[in-house]
């Protein structure tokens, strides 16, 4: 038997205010966060969205603020503000299973901010070092010397062809692209690799499983490396395949 609902016959199966259902996205995305992280101070998630659009899983745009945040594979910020645009998610699927499913993918942008310590892990990190070996570069990186200076961030850079050492210099002016300078090098290559690096970092771009992110640009603010990404979330990451 078929129930409509009228005025006078309010349906059986209400459908939760749009506010509430968007609310329980902001809260599913957080908790799903948090069981990702082996530590964070704060996870907040801002879904926008109008009424008409919420109820049937669209939403304008997600915010996602977090501060010292550390992954299982210890990728590590002190900061971090992504902002992107329109998507759609499953919403039975974040209803009944407490599930965040993208229908479609969303664009936007992100400011990292990294203290040394933060720096150093990502350069040890596996994602860094798989883009390494994608760019055919014979160089690793030490999380000593890593450090963020008034205008640039610093590191230790060894090649494994000549066995070279370099400390290498990275900065960046509004607009121009990212410069390197070898502060240790003691051989006449020493800037020519550092060139290399800089354009390396310029251009990196990262898969975290799911979540596209380029390089945009870098800037040093209040003693933090700040960088801005360009980000392209396909899906939200999987607990059960995570690769950072």
């Not at 016959?9 to 966060?33: H, K, M, Q, Y």
């Not at 993208?102 to 720096?119: E, I, Q, Y």
């Not at 010397?145 to 590191?155: I, Q």
């Not at 020493?190 to 800037?219: H, N, P, Q, T, Y």
């Amino acid at each position: 038997m078929l129930v409509f609902a009228s005025a006078a016959t309010p349906c059986l199966f209400p459908s939760p205010p749009a506010d509430a259902t968007g609310a329980l996205i902001a809260r599913v995305a957080e908790l799903a966060l948090r069981a990702r992280l082996r530590s964070a101070s704060l996870v907040e998630v801002d879904v926008r969205s109008n009424a008409f659009e919420i109820l049937s899983g669209r939403v304008q745009g997600v915010g996602v603020r977090g501060t010292a945040w550390r992954t299982p594979l210890d990728l590590s910020c002190s900061a971090l503000n992504f902002d992107v645009g329109a998507t759609e998610v499953d919403l039975p699927a974040v209803v009944s299973k407490q599930r965040i499913l993208l229908k479609r993918p969303a664009t936007g942008a992100a400011v990292v901010s990294f203290s040394g310590a933060d720096w150093a892990s990502f350069l040890a990190h596996p994602l860094v070092s798989d883009a390494v070996t994608r760019a055919k570069l014979p160089v690793s990186f030490g999380r000593d010397g890593a450090k963020v200076t008034e205008d640039a961030v610093m590191f230790v850079a060894r090649w494994r062809d000549s066995g070279a050492e370099d400390v290498v210099r990275l900065s960046q002016a509004p607009s121009q692209p990212v410069v390197g300078v070898a502060a240790g090098g003691d051989d006449a290559d020493a800037a020519a690799r550092a060139a290399v690096l800089a354009e390396f970092f310029g251009s990196i771009r990262l898969d975290l499983d799911g979540c596209e992110l380029k390089f945009r640009s870098m800037a040093v603010r209040r003693q933090l490396l700040e960088v801005t990404l360009d980000v392209n979330v396909r899906r939200f990451p999987n607990p059960m395949t995570i690769n950072f």
